[in-house]
């Protein structure tokens, strides 16, 4: 799976069915990252096996170097950034993993579709969709969780 504007590339490792999502995440050297955003109900853990990456975790950014890692809490928000210059290969386990495996397989299928922007960003209209269609996988950070639902679904119809 890959999204060329931002940079990224995935690959699933662990079955479909499995308790955990495993997956290796590959950055360019010039990557866009996500927003700021968490997992309402899973923990995200990254460990660096070639290169690095740095990670918002609540305000503060770190910096992980091959061989290292960090686990990010349910509720917890954050977001990665590659470091430019630098590609990186990141081992990412979502536990539990079904909500976010399905999610990202629909992100990844609108950015082949060249459903994203310059950055590899959704726009607006196919960000709602996406944050309707699965709930429970992640929501935007500084947004009350309960108000987003509503908010998507206003959006996502969009004018008529």
Do not use: C, K
């Not at 890959?2 to 590339?9: P, V």
């Amino acid at each position: 799976m890959t999204n060329i504007a931002a940079g990224e590339r995935a690959r699933f490792v662990s079955d479909p069915g499995a308790d955990v999502l495993e997956m290796q995440l590959e950055l360019e050297p010039v990557h866009h990252g996500p927003p700021a955003h968490v997992h309402p109900g899973a923990v995200e853990s990254f460990e660096v096996t070639s290169g690095a990456l740095e990670l918002l975790v609540g305000r503060q950014w770190r910096r992980l170097e091959a061989g290292e890692q960090l686990a990010v809490s349910a509720g917890l928000r954050h977001t990665y950034r590659g470091i430019v210059g630098r590609s990186s290969r990141t081992t990412v386990r979502i536990t539990p993993g079904a909500p976010m495996r399905a999610f990202l397989t629909d992100l990844y299928g609108l950015a082949e579709q060249g459903r994203v922007d310059a950055e590899g960003s959704l726009r607006v209209r196919e960000a709602a969709r996406l944050f309707r269609a699965h709930p429970m996988a992640m929501a935007v950070a500084g947004v009350p969780h309960w108000l987003q639902q509503p908010l998507w679904r206003v959006i996502a119809r969009g004018p008529s």
